[in-house]
């Protein structure tokens, strides 16, 4: 017995799978489901966040719908991964959160946007509000940097430790077979596994979307979003640097490196989520968690946003224009901040982990 009825489901595909075979050359889910001959909740969960969803599967599977087997591996381990987030997430209170992830996120971004429009009209009159500001510190005659480093901090602080608690329970869910603890070089074989998106092309042929031709789009939307949303990252943590170390306060000219970085990460973060919201409304609906498609549909609206934002005030920053673009994008950065442990989100953090899992087992038993 297991404890929901979608986990019953995946069980019984995994059983059906195990039997069959024909899709153990396509990704990491089917080598990993044949090292197991039972499965716990824990098995399950770990599988379905090893799923990267290309659908190849389905395509390839003599047993998927209309087959009285009615065998849909992407579909049933794409509501097992939603539900995984639910159940894993720290504080559990919060885990509501994952059903209605649209509104809350809108919701949450709406508070954050107007509470800071609302905190600059009211500690700065409309001449500094809407004045022009330029050369070092122009952003803090609008919010001093330490209230600004305090609340991000705090903000973030509070992300990072709630996605630890999350991941610390899933870890220690899928521990079995092969133990709990993990060597450099599984995450290091999990690393370059999750940076090449290795099982994100169906076997080699590419991704399955609208119909039975596979193409690799949704693994280029996919690149240039992680790596735009890595190089914001680091052009966020390379300002901290200047200010900190170097006394040097932004805005910053646009050839130095903070300004470079976050150009092409923004770039990323524009073209990566409208690709993927595209390929997302091609899909089969026969592949996906339709239920959920409004947490998918957040996380990428708020990434485009934060990129959106950030690029208007990088081209209008010397205009009267920066002082609420700046309470817009500091608005929709912090909603970002407040909701990464309860949206789409998690998903990379827990596949990553699953990928480590899975090069552990391989390293244990003797395959790599």
Not at 68 to 83: C, G, K, M, Y
Request: hydrophobic share 50%; net charge positive.
């Amino acid at each position: 017995m297991h404890g929901t009825r979608i986990l019953e489901e995946a069980d019984r595909l995994m059983t059906v799978c195990n039997s069959c075979r024909y899709c153990e050359g396509l990704c990491a889910v089917f080598p990993a489901m044949e090292m197991r001959r039972a499965f716990s909740d824990g098995d399950l969960n770990y599988l379905a966040n090893l799923c990267h969803g290309c659908g190849a599967c389905y395509t390839d599977c003599q047993f998927s719908p209309p087959h009285e087997f009615n065998v849909n591996v992407p579909q049933t381990l794409a509501v097992a991964r939603n539900e995984s987030y639910a159940a894993y997430v720290w504080p559990r209170a919060f885990s509501g959160a994952f059903a209605r992830n649209g509104l809350v996120i809108s919701i949450v971004a709406a508070l954050s946007v107007a509470a800071f429009i609302f905190g600059f009209a009211a500690f700065h009159d409309r001449q500094v509000l809407f004045g022009v500001h330029t050369g070092p510190g122009a952003f803090y005659k609008l919010m001093p940097h330490n209230a600004m480093a305090a609340l991000f901090g705090a903000a973030f602080l509070y992300a990072i430790v709630a996605l630890v608690m999350g991941v610390r329970a899933f870890w220690r869910d899928i521990g079995e077979p092969v133990g709990m603890r993990a060597d450099a070089g599984s995450i290091w074989q999990a690393i370059r596994d999750a940076g090449e998106l290795r099982y994100l092309d169906g076997g080699g042929v590419g991704c399955f979307n609208e119909d039975d031709r596979p193409t690799d789009r949704r693994k280029i939307y996919h690149h240039l979003t992680f790596y735009g949303f890595g190089l914001c990252f680091a052009s966020t943590s390379v300002a901290t640097l200047y200010h900190y170390f170097l006394a040097r306060q932004a805005p910053y000219p646009w050839w130095d490196l903070p300004v470079v970085l976050g150009t092409l990460g923004g770039i990323g973060l524009l073209i990566g989520p409208v690709g993927l919201l595209l390929e997302k409304w091609k899909r089969d609906p026969v592949l996906v968690d339709e239920k959920r498609l409004g947490m998918d549909v957040a996380f990428i609206v708020m990434l485009f946003l934060t990129s959106l934002t950030g690029m208007a005030l990088l081209f209008l920053r010397a205009t009267p224009a920066m002082g609420p673009l700046l309470a817009l994008h500091l608005g929709v950065v912090f909603s970002l901040f407040v909701t990464m442990p309860y949206g789409k989100f998690v998903h990379g953090i827990y596949r990553f982990v699953a990928l480590v899992r899975y090069a552990r087992e391989r390293r244990m038993m003797g395959h790599v």
